[in-house]
């Protein structure tokens, strides 16, 4: 088995990040940093799980698609983001190549773990907002909370759920269910 390194002392572009060997693990550039993660844990793939059918019915109901990661999101020439899920309106479908999305989805949600809190809620979460997302998703499985960004609005959460309360999205109209659902195994 090969070990990858990856060299951090110099910034990385796009298209030296798609030369790096095909990997199910997450890989991300952020700022031309390259950050490689673990597999996530039992929890983090239950809740991804759930909420990929429940964004995935929504999608064919109203002619978007959802995804779930890995799956690249090229946002510019220094980041190439993975979210655990997306969403992709029927109007954007145009951003979405063989090679992942050209541009931001109109979705990003990211499950948060302590080793990527900080990377998700910070510089993720701008990056996101800088190019077009129009709505972020935290949600952190430790503390059984979801944070609900709407980024046509204040850089703060419009819907801030912990343990139970109805998930409602001002982005995907119609879409709501139960919070502790994304929990169940």
């Not at 960004?149 to 709501?176: I, N, Q």
Request: charge should be negative; hydrophobic fraction near 40%.
């Amino acid at each position: 088995m090969q070990t990858a390194t990856i060299d951090r002392s110099r910034e990385w572009t796009v298209d030296e990040f798609f030369q790096l060997e095909e990997s199910n693990l997450p890989c991300e550039l952020i700022n031309g940093e390259v950050f490689m993660s673990p597999a996530p844990n039992v929890t983090h793939q239950v809740i991804a799980g759930n909420l990929y059918d429940l964004l995935k019915r929504y999608a064919r109901k109203n002619g978007g698609i959802a995804m779930f990661s890995p799956v690249d999101v090229i946002l510019d020439r220094k980041n190439v983001l993975q979210p655990d899920l997306l969403y992709v309106s029927r109007e954007n479908l145009g951003i979405i190549s063989e090679r992942g999305l050209n541009a931001a989805p109109d979705l990003a949600v990211e499950i948060i773990s302590p080793s990527n809190s900080f990377k998700d809620r910070n510089q993720k979460r701008k990056l996101y907002q800088k190019f077009g997302v129009k709505e972020y998703w935290i949600i952190d499985p430790g503390n059984k909370t979801l944070e609900i960004y709407d980024f046509s609005m204040e850089d703060t959460p419009v819907l801030y759920l912990a343990e139970e309360g109805l998930v409602t999205s001002r982005l995907l109209l119609g879409l709501s269910f139960p919070f502790q659902d994304l929990f169940v195994r």
